[in-house]
């Protein structure tokens, strides 16, 4: 049984990474509608492994129970080659994943040859579950079988959330010749957190929408026929009549740490696919009315000196420091689009929050089971903006043909970062015990660390004079919402 429970192991390990790391953190599969029916094969397939850990690791199943466990493993073979087709038809799967998928797939076949023998010579015993504890191996596969049943009832959960909102979703209506013609909107970034709500709008609206994705099977099979999924601007035809441009792309700033090959990463990122929407402009026969382009409150660098020196959209940047640098050149590129006649909106969101992406998630778990920590000092300021409010002001930069050049996309109520952090440990009727030292965090993460430890005291002048009206412009009240809302 050792050389089982190895192969049994070894599968568990691989399989827990392939999940964190290509499902959740990569294709994020608990939030899109499309990948409810994926989600269902793996909860399916979880369970399966959650019988056969905790099963073996204490009984032998003999006689007709022999039968009823080779019916399981069968089973997750099939679920598994369908679940190949689907991730297939849905998305593009990145070379490691494949490679990971093939290695459990050969761990899998390596189990079943060393296990079938055992599980015939149980066939031929009379029918009864036999205790057989195998010491440390019991307990380690039972670890693993509680596990990955609970992530398989976790995954249950996410199934019927997505099919609710692909119930109340009013997105799948067809597309009438009226909006095969009509002015479009091209979104950049659409797959990820404020993108996909922007279009979920839009599609509502009636809009024509078109995104560019780098995975346009993904983007297709997430937002449905409605849209047009490209995965290069070359695709469009310069005929093409396109109303606005909002361009939302960019990798991620907080994350990895900002090494010379992360840094050239998120400049790429950010600069190089904003100069190609300027190229793409200047060659339509009919340029678009607006390009609305996401820059972040990074643009005012990180002011430890001043901290709480209010900052409207006439602040400057401060050169030298990586995130001010990384949002100028991306805004420097965005204005080019001004010499083709085009109103550019150059848009600085602080922190969205919102359920199912974004920082709002983490911070919720973490401050739900009390672990929510002050920062530093804590007086850094803490701009943030509700998801509503994200989405909202890009409708009303779209609509509104008087607003142009540098907007603030953040709340009225910037407050410090320890005020942020007891506001929302307060919404789950927690309070804030922990603080993290600059040091230590300024070590680790090195310039990365100004994100957490500096803020920017912004604030929406540009916007709140164009007549916006924001739906959450208090901390308290947006914090009570997400706490309590079921999306």
């Not at 290509?22 to 269902?40: D, T």
């Not at 047009?228 to 991620?252: K, M, Q």
Request: glycine share 8%; with cysteine; hydrophobic share 50%.
């Amino acid at each position: 049984m050792n050389t089982i429970f190895i192969l049994l192991s070894i599968q568990a390990v691989m399989g827990a990474f392939d999940n964190l790391w290509h499902h959740e953190l990569e294709a994020k599969l608990p939030q899109r509608v499309s990948a409810r029916f994926e989600l269902a094969l793996h909860a399916s397939r979880e369970a399966i492994y959650g019988i056969v850990f905790l099963g073996l690791a204490w009984f032998e199943w003999r006689g007709a129970l022999a039968a009823v466990l080779a019916i399981l493993l069968v089973a997750e073979l099939g679920i598994t080659l369908t679940d190949f087709l689907e991730e297939d038809r849905t998305r593009r799967l990145p070379p490691f994943e494949r490679v990971l998928h093939t290695l459990l797939t050969i761990s899998y076949g390596l189990f079943l040859g060393v296990f079938a023998p055992m599980l015939l010579t149980w066939a031929q015993l009379p029918t009864a579950w036999v205790l057989t504890p195998h010491g440390w191996a019991s307990w380690l596969c039972s670890v693993y079988g509680i596990g990955v049943l609970a992530w398989s009832l976790r995954n249950v959960r996410a199934v019927l959330r997505l099919n609710r909102l692909a119930r109340n979703s009013s997105t799948t209506l067809p597309i009438d010749l009226r909006q095969r013609v009509a002015p479009a909107v091209l979104v950049t970034g659409a797959t990820g957190f404020v993108g996909s709500a922007l279009v979920a709008d839009l599609l509502r609206e009636g809009r024509r929408v078109i995104v560019l994705s780098r995975d346009a099977r993904q983007a297709q099979a997430s937002f449905g026929p409605q849209v047009w999924a490209i995965e290069s601007l070359d695709a469009i035809p310069s005929e093409t009549h396109i109303d606005t441009v909002v361009n939302l792309a960019g990798a991620r700033v907080l994350g990895v740490p900002w090494t010379a090959s992360r840094r050239r990463t998120l400049l790429a990122s950010r600069v190089g696919i904003t100069a190609a929407l300027v190229d793409l402009m200047r060659r339509m026969q009919q340029p678009p009315r607006a390009l609305i382009s996401a820059s972040a409150v990074g643009f005012y660098g990180a002011s430890p000196n001043a901290s709480f020196e209010p900052l409207d959209e006439t602040a400057g940047p401060r050169p030298g420091e990586f995130q001010s640098d990384l949002c100028v050149a991306m805004e420097h590129e965005a204005r080019r689009a001004e010499a083709l006649g085009i109103r550019v909106v150059r848009m600085r969101f602080g922190v969205v929050l919102g359920q199912g992406d974004g920082a709002y998630p983490m911070l919720a778990l973490s401050a739900r089971m009390g672990l929510g920590a002050v920062l530093g000092s804590g007086h850094q300021p803490a701009p943030w903006i509700h998801l509503k409010d994200a989405v909202g002001m890009l409708h009303f930069a779209m609509a509104n043909d008087q607003l142009r050049g540098a907007v603030n996309a953040v709340a009225p109520d910037t407050v410090p970062q320890a005020q942020f952090a007891a506001v929302l440990a307060d919404s789950f009727g927690r309070r804030v015990r922990i603080r993290m030292p600059c040091a230590p965090m300024r070590a680790v993460l090195g310039e990365m660390a100004t994100l957490l430890l500096d803020g920017q005291n912004a604030r929406p002048r540009a916007a709140l004079a164009a007549g916006y009206r924001f739906a959450y412009p208090g901390l308290a009240s947006a914090f009570a919402a997400l706490s309590t809302s079921r999306n």
